[in-house]
């Protein structure tokens, strides 16, 4: 076997094997003694935390009067690229008389979500987020479609000053 330039011989190839050999230990070694990070999922499930940018599934936070900020705008519903969100809203007549939109249904279909978060930076009233959920196994795609809007919620409403 001959190298073009001659700079190679037996004892130049066998002092560069050894060094390529010698810094691959050298990063095994120090991964080795490194703390170690592997988490114990099934087990300790409870206390896993994901971090504060994770994206899991998204929700619409309701409070304790079962009332949620969602106006039935549809921007983000807009704002998404793959269809994932369907609002449904109704119109009603409020007591003064006016027509009000509100909102009849939020569908989210999870299984064709890409967790780009357009549609959390589209609310302009922060209705939606992502919650820190990463378990979306299931076996059937149906049960992937979720509805986030609580059964005989409403909108919370502004207070008028005077």
Known sequence: MEYKDKKYTY?????HGISTLATGMKTSIKVYFRKKV?????ENRKELKMFDRFRGT???????????????????QMACPNDTIKVTS????TADGKKKKILATYEYDLGACMFCQLCVNACPHDA???????EHAVFD???LVLKLNHDGSKVIEKKKEV
Request: charged share 20%; glycine share 6%.
């Open 11 to 15: 004892l130049g190839g066998l002092v």
């Open 128 to 134: 939606i987020t992502f919650d820190q959920n990463f």
């Open 38 to 42: 592997t988490e114990q999922y099934p």
């Open 58 to 76: 998204l929700n619409m936070p309701h409070n304790e009067n079962n009332e949620h900020r969602c106006v039935a705008c549809g921007l983000c």
């Open 90 to 93: 109704e119109t009603v007549e």
């Open 141 to 143: 795609r149906t049960k």
